[in-house]
């Protein structure tokens, strides 16, 4: 299956934005999707796991969701900063492949 | 606090081998399976390989199956990726990660900084 993201995202800071991630094939709900932020010049860091979850110094701003009649996962930043301007990553896997979306780029005008 | 720290990353010639290395701390490594996954500069991210924590089960991406070799040594806590038969489309950065469970699952929480490979003549 592919996992399939908008390549990039704007938004005053102060907003919310929303990142989708749609699931081509198999239920969204049957595994579970994390997101990661990557600034420039950075590894990866892990915003959310397991759906819903966040690790411990993620501020509660951002949040994930799954929504099955969308066959989609999201990622919400609310009251966004100019920190957040970053490049967004959606991750799940099935019994044989661990499988990334191509990446969001969200800018924060 | 965890931490995943790479190293093995060069310039190498197509067709070489090159041999990384993550060092684990922080957590218990044998409980945990773990993975490698690069990027290539300017794209995106690639899982390459998983392996479960007692090493029963290895996975790889099918762009690295049958050139790269997943290994770990729970005894140094260390994880290691072998890979042969480089070609440019390898190079990439890097990056050792820790999964939530024992069994290969995908579902990470940490990642380290990442070692470059560069693949080129």
């Known amino acids: 299956f592919m996992l399939t993201q908008p390549h990039s995202v704007s938004e005053s800071p102060g907003k919310t934005v929303t990142i989708s991630c749609t699931r081509s094939s198999g239920s969204i709900a049957s595994n579970y999707v994390q997101w990661y932020q990557q600034r420039p010049g950075s590894a990866p860091t892990t915003l959310i796991y397991?759906?819903?979850?966040?690790p411990s110094g993620v501020p509660d701003r951002l949040s994930g969701s799954i929504d099955s009649s969308s066959n989609s996962a999201s990622l919400t930043i609310s009251g966004l900063q100019t920190e957040d301007e970053a490049d967004y990553f959606c991750q799940s896997y099935d019994d044989t492949n661990v499988i990334f979306g191509g990446g969001t780029k969200l800018t924060v005008l | 606090e965890v931490q995943l720290v790479e190293s093995g990353g060069d310039l190498v010639q197509p067709g070489r081998s090159l041999r990384l290395s993550c060092a684990a701390s922080?957590?218990?490594?044998?409980?945990?399976?773990m993975h490698w996954v690069r990027q290539a500069p300017g794209k995106g991210l690639e899982w390459v390989s998983g392996i479960s924590r007692s090493s029963t089960t290895l996975a790889y991406a099918d762009s690295v199956k049958g050139r790269f070799t997943i290994s770990r040594d729970n005894a140094k806590d260390s994880l290691y990726l072998q890979m042969t038969a480089l070609s440019a489309d390898d190079t990439a950065f890097y990056y050792c990660v820790k999964d939530t469970m024992g069994g290969i699952r995908g579902v990470v929480t940490h990642w380290g900084q990442g070692t470059l490979v560069t693949v080129s003549s």
């Open positions: 397991e759906d819903t979850k966040r």
């Open positions: 922080g957590f218990n490594f044998h409980d945990y399976a």
